[in-house]
């Protein structure tokens, strides 16, 4: 059984960073794509980040440059390091996995919240 386990979500002034976590258990982890969705009130869910087995990645064009999204297969946890937030970043954040036979697997999710 696949589980993902998210933490890091928080209160963070605009400007601010927080980095994410989320520990996968019950799968290959090295052979999946791994990725970071977000869902804000009244909106629909967005794909954030996500990283290949092979280390590629790809971002949701506004968060280019402030967010990186990381994998450390040995650990595996798929990391994404916030930077510069703002309020508009304010969501709940769901780490994503899919695995080699492209079966989709979710995390719980984690509160982020960008106000001063």
């Known amino acids: 059984q696949v589980q993902l386990v998210e933490s890091g979500g928080g209160l963070v002034q605009p400007g601010g960073s927080l980095r994410l976590s989320c520990i996968a258990s019950?799968?290959?982890?090295?052979?999946?794509?791994m990725g970071w969705y977000r869902q804000a009130p009244g909106k629909q869910r967005e794909l954030v980040a996500e990283?290949?087995?092979?280390?590629?990645?790809n971002y949701l064009d506004s968060v280019k440059d402030r967010f990186t999204i990381s994998r450390d297969n040995a650990k595996n946890t798929v990391y994404l390091q916030m930077n510069s937030l703002k309020p508009e970043d304010t969501a709940v954040y769901y780490c994503?996995?899919?695995?080699?036979?492209?079966?989709?697997?979710w995390g719980q999710g984690t509160q982020v919240t960008v106000s001063s």
């Open positions: 019950g799968t290959i982890f090295k052979f999946n794509t």
């Open positions: 990283i290949t087995s092979g280390g590629s990645t």
């Open positions: 994503n996995c899919i695995n080699v036979w492209r079966v989709v697997y």
